[in-house]
């Protein structure tokens, strides 16, 4: 019983701070939305990340904001989670989170550039985006996908079969760029090691996407994180209007990626087998009209 209680709790407070924003959501004026949206339209410059999560957006935030023109922010409220799931089959409930809740939250931020770097973005809040006339540039941070599948296995964190896998991942049953055949028959990691590829698909897709319309795509591995002079590398290749902040900021020690707690939940694969189940995985892919086309998802 009592090892129920952290979950429950857990979960309790989910639904309070959902029921919050919500409530807000829905008492913001649509005049005051459509406002903070000609005003963000006119006045800032955007940056989202597209990535798996487990890949660095922490460091990539911090190296942002040693940016003085750029607000960089990492998972702030509201956050991107609040309709991520639902806006896996109703587009609508995340273009209702951007114009009555993110939007307006991106309007307040003093600086010209406004930078996030949540992996929530890039599953279902892209599109909806430039339908409402933003045009956001993209990094594409990448991280070696059986590390990122290793990294959320041990914090035990899947695809469609936990509670946080469920709320912050994709699942094969989402319209997703890379389809999986009898995807329940899988392990944990097989499912994770799909969520990985998967999310390289999308940057593929959303760069094309993205550049047709004007933005810039970079991607970025998140090696080139931990460097001296990365911010300066940032500036350069988003074209940021500034100078980077004191060289003490810049030389500053980082750690690689967010130590949350969390347990496996069981052992890990055998390294040496990792190579054959990988290989499951790709031989049960279906190739979807998507993957070859900047196409959206929704359509």
């Not at 949206?37 to 935030?61: D, H, N, P």
């Not at 942002?64 to 587009?91: K, T």
């Not at 929530?120 to 991280?143: C, Q, S, T, V, Y």
Request: hydrophobic share 40%.
């Amino acid at each position: 019983m009592r090892s129920d209680v952290g979950p429950a709790r857990m979960k309790l407070k989910h639904r309070i701070r959902d029921l919050h924003w919500r409530l807000r959501a829905a008492a913001t004026p649509a005049a005051a939305c459509k406002d903070a949206l000609r005003r963000v339209i006119g006045e800032k410059r955007l940056i989202f990340c597209i990535t798996a999560g487990r890949s660095g957006t922490e460091t990539l935030c911090r190296r942002l904001g040693e940016v003085p023109s750029v607000g960089a922010f990492h998972e702030p409220h509201p956050d991107f989670v609040l309709a991520m799931r639902a806006a896996q089959s109703r587009p609508q409930r995340a273009a209702d989170f951007l114009l009555k809740l993110k939007i307006p939250a991106i309007a307040s931020c003093p600086r010209p550039v406004y930078a996030e770097t949540s992996h929530l973005f890039g599953k279902g809040f892209l599109e909806p985006a430039l339908a409402l006339g933003l045009r956001p540039d993209l990094i594409m941070l990448r991280r070696d996908v059986r590390q990122i599948a290793l990294s959320y296995l041990r914090l035990g964190t899947v695809p469609a079969r936990t509670p946080m896998g469920r709320r912050y991942l994709l699942a094969p049953d989402d319209r997703v760029f890379l389809r999986l055949e009898h995807w329940r028959e899988l392990s944990d990691y097989q499912l994770l090691y799909w969520y990985a590829l998967e999310t390289g698909a999308r940057q593929e897709a959303y760069a094309q996407l993205a550049t047709g319309l004007g933005c810039r795509a970079v991607f970025l591995d998140v090696g080139s994180l931990g460097e001296r002079g990365a911010a300066h590398a940032l500036v350069r290749a988003l074209d940021l209007p500034s100078e980077i902040g004191t060289p003490a900021a810049e030389a500053a020690p980082i750690a690689r990626h967010n130590q949350k707690p969390g347990k496996a939940l069981g052992t890990l694969p055998d390294p040496e087998k990792l190579d054959a189940l990988e290989a499951a995985v790709i031989d049960r892919l279906v190739p979807s009209p998507l993957s070859s086309s900047p196409a959206s998802p929704w359509r």
